[in-house]
């Protein structure tokens, strides 16, 4: 427990450093372990990499509600923590845990029997060869969300307590995994999708089974044994879902808007949708550090929350912030720099190549002027229980700037992928306004998750 003065910052430099740089490292390389993945695929064809892009966008719906629940629990950890509480976030961290498995199971068993059915109402129009490849790495990608639901649940609880080391490890190793894993089944046993497929799932479950492993420790702050003997604790269970599930909508919308905008591409043709997928891949990867300052800033300001310390919270987002704006602009232009040599190694066909690096110009010179704004202090706001502002603004920008905006651009002008990104940057700009002002208004610290720790006099 971290025991400080009015004096002192609750986070000095270095325990930003110790928190943020394994955060960072892990989305980092999870992002390229994916990049070489795709790059492995895309190997068996353009139907394969197609399939994968199409079925990863349900994939990444589910991954992110389940991401968003395990969040609501951490918040609560990282408050009570603060407030110095440790039974209390040893109960919110048993309820996470309990919450997470009863609903991936039941999204798996969903999926696994509405497998067929779903996959054509939304892809529908797609060629055979992509449509058989979706059904094959959907069926393996399912069964793996119970072990997702429960790896996210264990690392946001070992990040709300500031040990982002494991979850790191824990990460960089299934990656690894991962990609061994495929080149065994796609290139030795030339299993195709079905290979990258049966290789995720089997680094999803290492994920589950170690950190579930290493939260057994009771010399932390927070630590759960016995879990089969978890039982349901009604009032935590609501807390958690107040955070969790208006930020489970936001994200669900934020991932149907972009099926609705994959659904539009799809019938653009396969050179489109295999640009498209490979440019989704280098934009997440321009990202991903930024997002990691802004997973670490949900932890930061609980725990600062937690211990009654507002004007803490007030300012470490505002310097996360700037480290964001940072990260962002050497992202993207190192992203850049590397689009073309990536394309060329994943063996993409010309045309699609050309499309991707049109795009990729396109985001490296609009994602520095508006992106920080529009996504960094809301991953401080929500760690306050303001999660109900952010999912109306996301969930209404989506629809009127990035889906909208796509799809007549698509359909009415006859615009190829680079719709997508015109319709991402007006819901960019739009966001970073808004939550700009909610930012400066402080309304945002008006909610009480927990009783905060009184200060002393």
């Keep these: 427990m971290k025991t400080t003065t009015k004096q ?47 079925v990863d966008s349900i994939n990444i719906l589910v991954i992110q ?134 290789s995720t799932l089997i680094s999803r479950i290492f994920c589950a089974v170690v950190v579930l492993w290493k939260l057994r420790d009771e010399s932390k702050p927070i630590f759960v044994k016995q879990y089969l003997s978890i039982q349901p604790d009604f009032g935590l269970i609501k807390k958690i879902l107040f955070i969790g599930i208006p930020s489970g909508i936001e994200n669900s919308m934020f991932q149907f808007g972009k099926l609705a905008i994959q659904s539009t591409v799809s ?69 850049f720099v590397l689009t073309k040599p990536i394309t060329m190694i994943g063996g993409m066909e010309a045309e699609s190549a050309k499309l991707c690096m049109q795009m990729m110009i396109f985001i490296t010179i609009v994602k520095p002027l508006c992106w920080v704004m529009a996504f960094v202090p809301g991953y401080g706001m929500r760690a306050a229980g303001d999660v109900k502002f952010s999912m109306i603004t996301s969930c209404c920008t989506m629809w009127l700037c990035r889906v909208s905006l796509c799809i007549y651009l698509c359909r009415v002008w006859g615009f190829g992928p680079i719709a997508v990104w015109i319709g991402m940057a007006a819901d960019w700009s739009l966001r970073s306004i808004l939550f700009t002002i909610r930012f400066k208004s402080g309304k945002w610290l008006n909610h009480h998750l927990i009783e905060e720790k009184k200060q002393e006099s």
């Design 65 to 198: 509600a389940l991401s968003a629940l395990a969040a609501g629990g951490a918040i609560l950890c990282s408050q009570y923590i603060g407030s110095e509480k440790r039974d209390g976030a040893i109960r919110s961290a048993q309820q996470v845990l309990f919450v997470m498995t009863v609903l991936s199971v039941a999204l798996s068993a969903g999926c696994l029997i509405f497998r067929v059915p779903l996959l054509r109402v939304i892809f529908g129009a797609v060629e055979a060869d992509v449509m058989k490849n979706s059904q094959v790495y959907f069926l393996f990608t399912l069964l793996s969300f119970p072990f997702i639901g429960l790896y996210d649940a264990g690392a946001s609880i070992l990040r709300a307590q500031n040990n982002s080391r494991s979850p790191m490890v824990i990460s960089v190793i299934s990656n690894f995994m991962n990609i061994g894993g495929n080149a065994i089944l796609i290139f030795g046993f030339h299993m195709g999708v079905e290979g990258a497929a049966i």
């Design 267 to 335: 019938t653009l043709g396969t050179v489109a949708i295999a640009a498209q997928a490979m440019t989704n891949i280098l934009e997440n990867l321009n990202g991903v550090a930024a997002i990691g300052v802004g997973i670490g800033l949900m932890t930061v300001v609980g725990q600062c929350l937690g211990a009654g310390r507002k004007d803490e919270a007030i300012y470490y987002i505002k310097k996360l912030c700037w480290l964001s704006e940072v990260v962002i602009v050497a992202s993207c232009l190192l992203v």
């Design 8 to 54: 002192t910052h609750l986070y000095s430099n270095t325990d930003l450093r110790k928190l943020l740089i394994p955060i960072i490292i892990e989305q980092l390389l999870s992002s390229l372990m994916g990049t070489v993945d795709t790059m492995m695929v895309s190997n068996v064809g353009s139907a394969a990499i197609s399939a994968v892009s199409l």
